[in-house]
């Protein structure tokens, strides 16, 4: 599918006329559930699950047997400040890695059915250091969010949105600070594990960045050009691609879920479509996903990025959708009501 945007102005225009929730999918689905043999309510959260997603695929028996992974990487020039425990080197050795079935994320994808692919997004070209000028001209932000929106397997049945790139955390902490204010501190956090004195140099670059740009932050497509990066702009692509096809997404840690805000913040509503998968241990992401007034699915500890937390989730998503599915109701069953 051509993308139906060359520019910020027409990709602002696609968002505001995105596709809703299928209404009647989801009282069909609703009704279903109150049918099904268990008490009422007894699948807590799974039965939430199963009625939003239903809404979402328009069909009162939802599907989870078709997930796809999608993965972004990108370079930052702002990593040359010593942000990352890291050397930037390791974005395209660990690209590698996925391609060859390595990561952890390979093994998630595979144990719960998701076909995984791997956009590598100009790698020998990092992001500008934000400190200093924007982070990508218009139209380096606009291939990006069109490299994410032409990821989307339209024939998906939920996506699952990851990345990897060094320096990551530090360009996400710059987008969060922006659009939801606070301290440079408030949003950094320790990344791949950087010591206090790179905890410190996170700060001073968000700071920086927060100044050298502030008269363009009040804009989210801007934040998201100045202090973003090219991988958290596919993931917003890939996100907003995923709700022009009512696909239900999971969203990761982080940086994704930096990229999902500069979404809701561009347009309200614009996340409907999407779910937390987890809490990450990254400091501030708690408070990004009360701020996205979404509750995570899982609270392991992880810190890694690339899609894991979220593919974890899927498999919450598929228990979830293989009982609503799946039960019999009580009329089917013969088992007595209360
Ligand atoms: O998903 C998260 O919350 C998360 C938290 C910490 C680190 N990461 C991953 O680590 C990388 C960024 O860390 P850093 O220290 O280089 O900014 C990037 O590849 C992310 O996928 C991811
Ligand atoms: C090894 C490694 C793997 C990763 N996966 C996502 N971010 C990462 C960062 C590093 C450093």
Known sequence: MTPPFTSLDSFRAVLAAQPDVDTSARTAAAARNGQLTKPPGALGRLEDLAIWLAGWQGREKPKADAPQVVIFAGNHGVAAR?????????TAQMVANFRHGGAAINQLSKAFGA???VHALDLDHPTADFTQ??????AELTKALTTGWNAVDPQADLLVTGEMGIGNTTSAAAIVAA?????AEDWVGRGTGVDDHGLARKAA?????LATHAALLS??????????GHEIAAMAGAIARARAERIAVVLDGFICCAAALVLQRARSGALDHCLAGHVSAEA????????????????????????SGAALALGIVQGA??????MATFAEAGVSGA
């Open 179 to 183: 659009l939801l204010g606070g301290a």
């Open 321 to 326: 959708v293989a009982c609503h599915s799946g």
């Open 205 to 209: 670059a968000v700071h920086a960045g």
């Open 284 to 307: 501030g992401h708690g408070r990004l996903l009360a701020a996205l007034d979404k509750q995570p699915l899982l609270n392991l500890g992880l810190r890694l990025g690339e899609g």
């Open 82 to 90: 010593g942000v990352s425990a890291f050397p930037p080197e390791v």
């Open 133 to 138: 000028s924007p982070a990508m001209t218009e």
């Open 115 to 117: 076909a995984m692919t």
């Open 219 to 228: 804009d989210p497509l801007q934040v998201l050009r100045c202090l973003g």
